[in-house]
């Protein structure tokens, strides 16, 4: 199974980014899907996640209220919009995919290689 993170680049403060991810390779079911990131110097940071089971989303405060996730679970796909978007907001961002039933996503479940963002001011 592979998780294909894309949509990053090179935005002005304030601009807007729509990341995306999709899945390939063998079928799978997922219970929640979520964005991370590792900004230089810093731990790995929950973004977005997304549960399947009932469509409940969770918002890191750092994006809370500039960004939306969505996405399709029967593809194992995901989306980030972001907007707003600050310097502080530069990292690599990845996917993930939550195979095992919890409330986190661990290193058992599926992860992208990341796709990196960079807000410049």
């Known amino acids: 199974v592979q998780l294909q993170a894309s949509g990053g680049g090179l935005v002005q403060a304030g601009g807007s980014l729509r990341l995306s991810c999709a899945a390939s390779g063998r079928t799978f079911s997922s219970y929640a899907m979520g964005w991370f990131r590792r900004a230089p110097g810093k731990e790995r940071e929950t973004v977005a996640t997304i549960s399947w089971s009932d469509g409940s989303t969770y918002y890191g405060d750092s994006v809370k209220g500039r960004s939306t996730i969505s996405g399709d679970g029967a593809k194992n796909t995901v989306y980030l919009q972001m907007n707003s978007l600050k310097p502080a907001d530069t990292a690599v961002y990845y996917c993930?995919?939550?195979?095992?039933?919890?409330?986190?996503?661990?290193?058992?479940?599926?992860w992208g290689q990341g796709t990196l963002v960079t807000v410049s001011s």
């Open positions: 993930a995919a939550q195979v095992r039933p919890g409330p986190y996503f661990g290193d058992d479940d599926y």
